[in-house]
């Protein structure tokens, strides 16, 4: 396959694999590479930037083809040092940052200036055009459907991807609700160069999570995901246990203040979750692509299985419509 995103990050397809919290580590995002596709480590699952240099060296044992790191900016009241993440992927000769969460400004000077592309990823078609004037290299459209964060605007991939296409000249990457070759067929008639997967990777033997929590996002339909933190401007999208209930049913509460939820949210215990396999004991972030997932595979059968999907859809429609 050749598309702008297949040139620009030196790979077989364009399937990026975004960055995860506490599932970017060297085991995914290596397989990912291996297999012709793009794997991203995520930074800040790394305690300290001298624990992201070691992982980064420990991708490198894995795979010798491209991968890049994931630094998500959030407005935070104690935020780590974003500035000494970036040195280390710089230092290790990381040549794709990808930035999401907040305005890439302050590390885009920084991260071109030393080659590094910046592949910046965003939820509203404003946002992306900013980007590109700052001089990202890429755009990740993230559409409602998304595991993390789909902004407040509510627009599905279906609007998103195309309204993006239309308005950027640089490379689209479309994210949110893929998982299978079907998506990533419709995403490149969208206009997208790619397509960027975050929960699909989740059920792949290779992430490093438990497996409960896999066989609980194959036996979750498309309506298991839920909408948390809109009143405080933060929206998010988890998957639907017992703690997405109980926060949904705290913020019905007119009165109620992120205060009243934090312990349910917090950090720690999502990753505990995630690593322990209790599924309803902590947030697990997950998209609506959940109701599209029906089996753990290796990272390399998934993608094998999407390419082929994806060119046998392509094919079919070409057939249907006919050639120009
Ligand atoms: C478990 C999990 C953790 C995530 N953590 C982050 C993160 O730390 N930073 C980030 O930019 N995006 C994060 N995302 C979002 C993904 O990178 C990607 O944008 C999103 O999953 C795409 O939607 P999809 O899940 O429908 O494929 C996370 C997604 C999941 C499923």
Redesign the pocket.
Known sequence: MKTRITEMLGVEYPIIQ????W?GRAELASAVSNAGAFGIL?A?TQPTPEALAAEIARCRQLTDKPFGV?L?ILPAIRAPDYGAYLDVIIDSGIKVLET??NNPRPFIERAKAAGVKVVH?CTAVRHALSAERLGVDAISI?GF????HPGEDDIPGLILIPAAARALSIPIVA????GDGRGMAAALMLGADGV?????F?ATQEAPIHENIKQALVAASERDTRIIYRKFRNTARIFRNAIAEEVTEIERRPESRFDDIKELVAGARGRKALEAGEVDEGLI???Q?VGLIDDVPTVAELIARIVAECRARIAAATAMVGTA
């Not at 975004?18 to 919290?21: A, F, H, P, R």
């Not at 960027?196 to 699909?200: E, I, K, V």
């Open positions: 975004g960055g995860m919290q599932v995520t800040l994931n998500t999401a969460g990823k993230d459907e998304c595991a993390g994210s949110g609700g893929f960027n997967m975050g929960t699909r989740c972030w997950a998209g692509v």
